[in-house]
């Protein structure tokens, strides 16, 4: 299946700071999405994006499906971001996700 | 509308017991899948289904796993004779099939297990 590799794994930033998260991808995409797991667990989604750009208040996300990559950008990080990024892509409509070991991101005050 | 919803939210077992995880994904999303995260890891694909079709069994760990599904609705992960290494939070996600394809899928909060 796609192998997923996400870098870096482990971010610390100071509150108000911007921050790039990057998603590596071995193969031609159907799904691409990014999560953001908080500490109780639970796997909010960020962005379905296997192309182009999109954007949601502070957080935006570009995939380039012909370099194999994504990118997710936080502006003005905030307390409340911290917690573990995942991204996750599947090769084929319908089959299971390959998520990526994420990057766990710490906001400070 | 609802999400995807799980139960229990917590289960301990002791070590040989067989334990049921219940998964009702959102009204109309007619692919299910299920994952499972181990303490401090990504997660790891175990089974889908997809609408009508055969399940995906490809990532069961063993055979003493097993998951149905009834119609388009809910579905049950059955894990026999646990041991401590199924230890881990298992994941219920769902999609749509929209213009022929499968879009984003959502998950529920998950299922943290326990074998003592």
């Known amino acids: 299946g796609i192998q997923v590799e996400q870098s870096p794994p482990d971010l610390i930033l100071q509150e108000g700071a911007n921050s790039t998260l990057r998603c590596n991808f071995s193969d031609s995409v159907n799904n691409l999405q990014w999560f953001h797991q908080n500490p109780w667990g639970q796997l909010i989604n960020l962005f379905y994006?296997?192309?182009g750009t999109k954007q949601n208040g502070r957080l935006s996300a570009t995939t380039v499906a012909t370099e194999r990559y994504s990118l997710l950008y936080i502006s003005s990080s905030q307390t409340t971001d911290s917690g573990v990024y995942f991204c996750?892509?599947?090769?084929?409509?319908?089959?299971?996700?390959?998520f990526g070991k994420g990057t766990s991101l710490l906001v400070t005050p | 509308g609802a999400g995807v919803s799980q139960s229990p939210s917590n289960k301990v077992t002791e070590k040989g017991k067989d334990v049921e995880l219940r998964c009702d994904p959102i009204s109309g999303h007619t692919a299910l899948y299920w994952y499972r995260q181990r303490l401090g890891q990504g997660l790891e694909f175990l089974i889908y289904f997809q609408g009508n079709s055969a399940p995906d069994k490809s990532g069961l760990p063993s055979d003493r796993f097993s998951a149905e599904r009834t119609g388009e609705s809910v579905s049950t992960l059955t894990i026999q004779r646990t041991q401590q290494e199924d230890s881990a939070v298992y994941l219920c996600?769902?999609?749509?099939?929209?213009?022929?394809?499968?879009?984003?899928?959502?998950f529920g909060p998950g299922t943290r297990l326990t074998v003592l």
């Open positions: 994006i296997p192309s």
């Open positions: 996750a892509a599947d090769s084929n409509s319908g089959y299971a996700l390959n």
């Open positions: 996600a769902s999609s749509r099939r929209s213009g022929g394809v499968y879009n984003e899928q959502f």
